[in-house]
């Protein structure tokens, strides 16, 4: 269980998130959404403490998420990721491993075997060798989801995964979360599509700087809910 109580996040006098709170069970693919600015990066930044959080406790599996944060795996934004940074597709995969791997004695044989699978499960082994800069976007979300299901997480928290990515690599990353669902894993997803694809969640929180709504996509995805969260305009469109 992931629990969110009070939560609020200020940023030297800007409120970018206010007394939010929500419970996730494990084993739930749980979507967020909400317009820029909205506060959805600060929330998934707060419970890999990487913001101070003004006020609010985050605690996963009864005790403080910071004190567990090896039981994270994240995957930012592309848009935040230096792609001409000098690296290997399978380095930056076994990245992933380092906490783990002792220091100075190298990786374990069972650290590469996960690395070869996870790359073998999202269809890029084959490019192991290549540098990060030199993939099409599906194929850099892919190195990514390999270094996410390499650290072998509880707790899964992607940001804007769909983003410029082929239909090859958005079928690859639903088959994924679902197999990590059905693994009683938790998944957390910012999601900037209002579309049909919603409805793949179990659940999703709708938040503009505070939470405007949470539950079901059928109880979320409401006329008022999306007014209240992206004002007047957008409603017509996707209700
Ligand atoms: N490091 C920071 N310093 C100051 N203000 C920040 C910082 N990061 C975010 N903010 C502000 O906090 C608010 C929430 O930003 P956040 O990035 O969490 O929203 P978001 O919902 O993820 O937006 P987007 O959809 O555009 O990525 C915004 O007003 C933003 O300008």
Do not use: C
């Amino acid at each position: 269980m992931l629990e969110i109580q009070n939560l609020s996040v200020n940023y030297r006098g800007v409120r970018a998130l206010h007394d939010v709170s929500f419970q996730i069970p494990e084993g739930q693919l749980v979507g967020i959404l909400g317009p820029n600015g909205a506060g959805k990066s600060t929330l998934v930044e707060a419970i890999l403490n990487l913001v101070p959080v003004t006020r609010g406790v985050i605690r996963f599996q009864g005790l403080p998420l910071r004190r567990q944060l090896l039981k994270i795996s994240y995957v930012p934004q592309r848009s935040k990721i230096d792609w001409d940074y000098p690296v290997t597709v399978w380095n930056t995969v076994m990245m992933a491993q380092t906490v783990q791997a002792r220091l100075f004695r190298g990786f374990s044989p069972q650290a590469r075997e996960l690395a070869e699978a996870a790359l073998a499960r999202v269809e890029i082994y084959d490019l192991k060798d290549r540098p990060i800069g030199e993939l099409s976007g599906g194929q850099q979300q892919r190195v990514f989801l390999a270094r996410a299901l390499a650290k072998e997480a509880e707790l899964y928290i992607f940001d804007e995964p769909f983003t410029s990515v082929d239909r090859k690599t958005e079928d690859i990353i639903f088959d994924v979360f679902q197999e990590l669902r059905k693994a009683s894993k938790t998944l957390l997803v910012i999601d900037h599509d209002l579309g049909e694809s919603l409805a793949f969640y179990d659940r999703l929180l709708l938040l503009n700087k505070r939470l405007i709504a949470q539950g079901s996509p059928q109880e979320v995805v409401t006329a008022d809910n999306l007014e209240r969260a992206y004002g007047r305009g957008l409603t017509r469109v996707f209700v």
